[in-house]
């Protein structure tokens, strides 16, 4: 994926160079968004000095996010086709949790584990289309590094994965004489699935859905 947009990018620079009319866009980007995640979260029973069951738990949380980002598009007519990049990492909460851990067929010892979780270098390539003179339509695809910090009562640890993702959105864009103009989008975005196993290859995580709506306000110019 993101050989692809390198590729892409690589490509909108040659092609603006060989003409005398850029048609190219610069802007920057404010964008917040609310997001709908459910995980799983596996512990086998065969570990330590048990041979209890594997436990199962699921949950589902809200998070809301607000982030920055660069872009830069080539017109093709109508049409239109650009990359946007955040430059910085978005961060959830650490989230806190104390539970039983059968080590022997008598005894439990509480263990407290706290996570939270990066989502860097997150980057879309997407395809656009102006529909009047002002509003649009795009669709796009998305890929994000996703970095776990955990202290786990085991000791043991997660590594760490990527995101892939699509999105949709249609906006309002306003230009004046000069190349300057405004932009007010609304995106859907949905992210794959994906899954973690802890070092000791106990626990497993599963991000089963992660998906959510933005609103997003841009500046730029033309060229």
């Known amino acids: 994926?993101?050989?692809?947009?390198?590729?892409v990018t690589i490509a909108m620079f040659s092609?603006?160079?060989?003409?005398?009319?850029?048609?190219?866009?610069?802007?920057?980007?404010?964008?917040?968004?609310?997001?709908a995640a459910s995980a799983t979260e596996?512990?086998?029973?065969?570990?330590?000095?048990?041979?209890?069951?594997?436990?199962?738990?699921?949950?589902?949380?809200?998070?809301?996010?607000?982030?920055a980002s660069v872009f830069i598009e080539k017109s093709l007519g109508r049409a239109f086709i650009g990359?946007?990049?955040?430059?910085?990492?978005?961060?959830t909460e650490t989230k806190e949790e104390r539970r039983n851990d059968k080590t022997t067929t008598d005894?439990?010892?509480?263990?407290?584990?706290?996570?939270?979780v990066d989502f860097e270098d997150?980057?879309?390539?997407?395809?656009?289309?102006?529909?009047?003179?002002?509003?649009?339509a795009k669709a796009g695809m998305m890929t994000v590094d996703v970095l776990t910090n955990e202290t786990l009562g085991t000791g043991s640890t997660y590594g760490n994965t990527d995101l892939d993702g699509t999105m949709f959105g249609v906006g309002y864009n306003a230009t004046n004489d000069s190349g300057l103009f405004l932009r007010v989008e609304g995106n859907y975005l949905e992210f794959d699935g994906a899954s973690v196993t802890s070092a000791n290859g106990v626990n497993k995580i599963a991000l089963d859905s992660l998906d959510?709506?933005?609103?997003?306000?841009?500046?730029g110019k033309s060229f």
């Not at 065969?46 to 982030?67: A, R």
């Not at 005894?107 to 939270?116: A, S």
């Not at 959510?212 to 500046?219: A, E, H, M, N, P």
């Open 1 to 7: 994926m993101k050989k692809l947009i390198l590729a």
């Open 107 to 116: 005894t439990r010892t509480v263990k407290t584990n706290k996570i939270q």
């Open 83 to 91: 990359v946007d990049y955040v430059p910085s990492a978005l961060e």
């Open 42 to 67: 596996t512990d086998k029973g065969t570990h330590g000095t048990t041979t209890d069951s594997t436990e199962t738990n699921s949950e589902s949380e809200y998070l809301g996010l607000g982030w």
């Open 212 to 219: 959510g709506v933005s609103g997003k306000l841009s500046v």
């Open 15 to 35: 092609f603006s160079s060989a003409n005398a009319e850029l048609g190219v866009n610069i802007g920057i980007s404010g964008q917040m968004g609310l997001f």
């Open 122 to 136: 997150l980057t879309t390539i997407y395809l656009g289309v102006n529909l009047t003179d002002n509003l649009y």
